[in-house]
């Protein structure tokens, strides 16, 4: 991690059982039990950000909203970076479950920004 102010963040989450999740137009997508790792970034207040996807009461803005607020799902964890989220993402192993999935605006070309961790082997490389 460089020693730039953080614009990333990281959610780690943890689903307790299988869910269904019905995210806006994307449609319905089921989600395993298990540990994900969500990539978002925001260059204003990432601690606002972080703290309003935390909330128990949230407005479903993002995709990442739809997931958590289902059911057994919660963030167990969080982790922050001075590099662009993108990089990050790119940078993180997984399984990509979801395809655009919190990635509508991406122009790096991932495929998503929520990934299904399979071990330890998700998180971002850190120095």
Request: hydrophobic fraction near 40%; include cysteine.
């Amino acid at each position: 991690m460089n020693d730039a102010a953080p614009i990333t963040y990281q959610l780690l989450i943890r689903v307790a059982e299988p869910v269904r999740v019905r995210v806006g137009r994307l449609g319905e997508f089921d989600f395993p039990a298990g540990r994900y790792i969500y990539t978002g970034s925001a260059k204003r207040n990432p601690e606002a950000r972080i703290a309003r996807h935390l909330r128990a009461l949230k407005r479903l803005h993002w995709h990442i909203d739809y997931l958590l607020g289902a059911p057994g799902v919660a963030v167990t964890g969080t982790l922050r970076f001075g590099e662009p989220e993108c990089v990050v993402n790119q940078m993180t192993g997984g399984r990509i479950l979801v395809p655009r999935f919190g990635s509508g605006d991406c122009r790096a070309g991932c495929s998503s920004h929520l990934k299904w961790l399979d071990g330890e082997a998700g998180l971002a490389a850190r120095p």
